[in-house]
Antibody, heavy 117, light 111 residues
Framework: QVQLVQSGAEVKKPGASVKVSCKASGYTFTTYDINWVRQATGQGLEWMGWMTPNSGNTGYAQKFQGRVTMTRNTSISIAYMELSSLRSEDTAVYYC??????????WGRGTLVTVSS | IVMTQTPLSSPVTLGQPASISCRSSQSLVHSDGNTYLSWLQQRPGQPPRLLIYKISNRFSGVPDRFSGSGAGTDFTLKISRVEAEDVGVYYCAQASQFPLTFGQGTKLEIK
């Protein structure tokens, strides 16, 4: 079954970092990029950046430059998104998504990250 | 590129049509000639799901009551006959230029 399986919910204190994982199965992990999109509660979708599993190349939205790092482990088909210097405004559901056909044809179920003191 | 959807809320009677508009602040025609405008549906408590890509192409498994149209900066998603399972939030998205951006979302609800 083609799917992206994400890690579980996290609770972090302001200033801390969080690392979310996204495991691909049912397709060749290195064939497609992985993008990350977040959604604050009751809000819209916000694109964070992309990572090419084959090369490890990345591209980040300017808003997250310097705070986000996207990596991968191709041997186990997992992509990671690490966000540092967390603040309350980073509380959101973080999705990994597979780009295809000029959009995103496969989404993980999301990982809730709560930033609270 | 700023994506602006109207309306933000759309109460519809079951079996009736629905229409959502999406306008981009710049042309979405990519240098390769394609227009990377897509529509996503997000049901309550679910991740987004791809409905339409490149303006008017229905993704696999999407019912044919969903259709997309438009060009340049103005795009429309139409549902010919709304069903109960169509309740949710609909987003337009552009991938013609980085950073990728989404519309604010349109909440479709049943009257």
């Amino acid at each position: 079954q083609v799917q992206l399986v994400q890690s579980g919910a996290e609770v972090k204190k302001p200033g801390a970092s969080v690392k979310v994982s996204c495991k691909a199965s049912g397709y060749t992990f290195t064939t497609y990029d992985i993008n990350w999109v977040r959604q604050a509660t009751g809000q819209g979708l916000e694109w964070m950046g992309w990572m090419t599993p084959n090369s490890g190349n990345t591209g980040y939205a300017q808003k997250f430059q310097g705070r986000v790092t996207m990596t991968r482990n191709t041997s186990i088909s997992i992509a990671y998104m690490e966000l540092s210097s967390l603040r309350s405004e980073d509380t959101a559901v973080y999705y990994c998504a597979r780009p295809s056909r000029g959009s995103f044809d496969l989404w993980g179920r999301g990982t809730l990250v709560t930033v609270s003191s | 590129i700023v994506m602006t959807q109207t309306p933000l809320s759309s109460p519809v009677t079951l079996g009736q049509p629905a229409s959502i508009s999406c306008r981009s602040s710049q042309s979405l025609v990519h240098s390769d000639g394609n227009t990377y405008l897509s529509w996503l549906q997000q049901r309550p408590g679910q991740p987004p799901r791809l409905l339409i890509y490149k303006i008017s192409n229905r993704f696999s498994g999407v019912p044919d009551r969903f259709s997309g149209s438009g060009a340049g900066t103005d795009f429309t998603l139409k549902i010919s006959r709304v069903e109960a399972e169509d309740v949710g939030v609909y987003y337009c998205a552009q991938a013609s230029q980085f950073p990728l951006t989404f519309g604010q979302g349109t909440k479709l609800e049943i009257k």
